[in-house]
């Protein structure tokens, strides 16, 4: 049985546009609900046949043990998914982004730290460790008392900061100290620049002074 290879899906991949891509995901190695792919593991050209959901199970029974190529959900072990995934993992080695990443955690971390280091809100700023970063904001500084959850402060600081172009991931209070606290959370991409670790810096800056007033 001919196999399709990594390269060849590469290949591929690079003949569509994302609108193909996006009608055609489900092309390799796919069982939808009532979509059963011909072929697919067979043949670099597939027939797409619209099949009732019941016919589904006989057809994938009558495939031989050895013919079989089992995996999880459409996007786990998924041929393109994995052509995809190694393509991505030559261009981060070829342009070698682990640098850009830890030098601009540096960056983030260090402005944060200014932003916030001496904010009578910041119970903990996490960081320095490539691109993950947190600030964690309490009532009292110094017992690290928290916010009671209905001031809603982490979904306020939020909405903030969408209403200044920046979409970022936070989490409301968990309880009284030493539950964590408000907390917002930073990972941008591997290719992020110096002028939009600054932007992240001072728009969380403004949003928190905006529902705190410091």
């Keep these: 049985m001919p196999e399709v290879g990594i390269e060849q899906l590469s290949w591929k991949i690079k003949r569509v546009t994302k609108g193909d891509l996006m009608r055609r995901s489900a092309w390799v190695c796919g069982v939808g609900i009532s979509l059963i792919i011909a072929g697919a593991c067979k043949t670099r050209e597939p027939q797409v046949e619209y099949r009732p959901t019941s016919t589904i199970k006989d057809i994938m029974d009558s495939v031989k043990p050895e013919d079989r190529w089992m995996h ?55 960081g320095g460790k490539g691109l993950l970063a947190a600030v964690e904001l309490v009532e009292d500084r ?11 402060v982490a979904p306020r600081i939020q909405a903030e900061m969408m209403k200044r172009g ?17 907390s917002v959370y930073f990972a941008p991409p591997l290719v992020v620049t110096e002028a939009e670790i600054d932007r992240l810096v001072s728009v969380t800056r403004d949003a928190v002074k905006v529902v705190l007033g410091a």
């Design 166 to 182: 920046v979409v970022t991931r936070t989490r409301a209070v968990a309880g009284v100290h030493p539950a964590p606290g408000d």
């Design 142 to 152: 110094a017992t690290k008392k928290n916010f009671a959850g209905d001031r809603k």
């Design 72 to 126: 999880a959900y459409t996007y786990s072990g998924h041929p393109t998914c994995c052509a995809v995934g190694v393509k991505n993992l030559e261009i981060m080695e070829r342009e070698r982004l682990w640098e850009n990443a830890a030098k601009m955690g540096t960056r983030l971390h260090q402005g944060l730290q200014q932003a916030f280091g001496d904010h009578p809100n910041a119970g903990d700023i996490r």
